[in-house]
């Protein structure tokens, strides 16, 4: 799937067919405009659009406004290693992917890859702001991990995850002279992990690297929003190599998203569906995992 892949959006209102990804390449399918404010129920948010964006360079693409909107992540894949080709210049280009702000006020789904590699994220949006609240964290901040508090634990509260950026860390000698880079999320035996979790009394944007000896520099951004329902959250892991999937809601009206990753983020080229992401079949939303990595979703309305 996404073989002869170019910049892809994928575009759908709730209730609509789910996204597809098979062929030569994911196809534009035509908005249905009318779809957009689709009534589901009384406590359900009415409308919700599903999107997903790739490229093998620096790329982004509008998905509307933040207006009365929340957008999040609901998947990323594919190789999160910092931009390689600028790394012994001296500047600090991190691999970054997700959904975030633009200076117009919309939101726009990014990525930004190494050359010639490949970054893909997957973002759903609900049409509501109440109570929003977006935070970024980076593990830099408190010795390489740590956990950034957003909010009080209310019941009428849940969180996601919106972006997650990759920065090299420059390795010194003794003199002071760089001589090579290190960075997160390529190290299978001590995997990176970025959470957004609920801990009794509050939400909490936390970072975590792996047990390998090195320093990363991973930074990363939460976004929280008032619910009428929880409705359930999961965590699951695939085997490496190998594939899962896991059933999430298929409550009427329900949303999920992308509330952790954990894992080796460094696809081998080509393989977009190295990744963690939700998808749907139908009213039935699935949490998909490939290469031992970890996913953790929750799911709302």
């Given at each position: ?10 575009l ?12 030569g390449?994911m196809e534009?399918p035509?908005?249905d405009e ?5 009534g589901v ?5 009415s409308g919700?659009?599903n ?24 998947g ?11 790394l012994?210049?001296g500047g600090t280009?991190p691999?970054?992917a997700?959904v975030?702000k633009?200076a117009?006020?919309?939101y ?7 050359a ?8 759903r949006?609900?049409?509501s702001?109440?109570?929003r609240?977006?935070?970024s964290?980076?593990?830099g901040?408190q010795?390489y991990y740590?956990d950034?508090?957003i909010a009080?634990?209310a019941t009428?509260r849940?969180c996601?995850?919106q972006?997650?950026?990759n920065?090299?860390?420059p ?5 002071g002279a760089?001589?090579s880079y290190s960075w ?9 992990e970025v ?7 509050y939400?909490?944007?936390?970072i975590?690297?792996g047990?390998?000896?090195?320093p ?6 939460a976004?929280?929003?008032d619910?009428?329902?929880?409705d359930g959250?999961w965590?699951?892991?695939a ?5 899962a ?7 009427s ?20 569906n190295?990744a963690?992401s939700?998808?749907t ?13 970890r996913?953790?979703?929750a799911?709302?309305?």
């Amino acid at each position: 799937m996404f073989a002869t892949f170019a910049k892809t959006l994928s575009l759908s209102a709730v209730m609509a067919l789910p996204l597809m990804a098979c062929g030569g390449g994911m196809e534009e399918p035509a908005v249905d405009e009318s779809q957009s404010q689709l009534g589901v129920s009384e406590a359900a948010f009415s409308g919700n659009w599903n999107y997903s964006w790739g490229d093998t360079k620096t790329s982004s693409v509008d998905i509307g406004t933040s207006v009365g909107r929340t957008c999040f992540l609901t998947g990323i894949g594919g190789h999160l290693r910092p931009l390689g080709a600028y790394l012994y210049s001296g500047g600090t280009y991190p691999a970054m992917a997700g959904v975030r702000k633009a200076a117009n006020g919309n939101y726009e789904l990014y990525v930004q890859p190494e050359a010639g590699k490949h970054l893909i994220a997957y973002a759903r949006c609900v049409n509501s702001a109440a109570g929003r609240i977006e935070v970024s964290w980076s593990s830099g901040s408190q010795s390489y991990y740590g956990d950034k508090v957003i909010a009080a634990a209310a019941t009428n509260r849940q969180c996601f995850l919106q972006d997650v950026k990759n920065f090299a860390v420059p390795l010194k000698d003794s003199s002071g002279a760089i001589y090579s880079y290190s960075w997160a999320f390529d190290d299978k035996p001590n995997p990176d992990e970025v959470r957004v979790l609920n801990d009794g009394s509050y939400w909490k944007l936390a970072i975590k690297s792996g047990a390998h000896t090195y320093p990363v520099n991973i930074h990363a951004s939460a976004v929280c929003l008032d619910i009428n329902e929880f409705d359930g959250a999961w965590t699951w892991k695939a085997g490496d190599p190998g594939t899962a999937q896991i059933n999430l809601t298929n409550e009427s009206g329900s949303t999920c998203g992308l509330t952790g990753i954990n894992g080796h983020f460094d696809a081998a080229s080509g393989d977009w569906n190295d990744a963690v992401s939700i998808t749907t079949s139908g009213s039935q939303f699935l949490l998909n995992m490939e290469n031992g990595k970890r996913g953790w979703a929750a799911c709302m309305k």
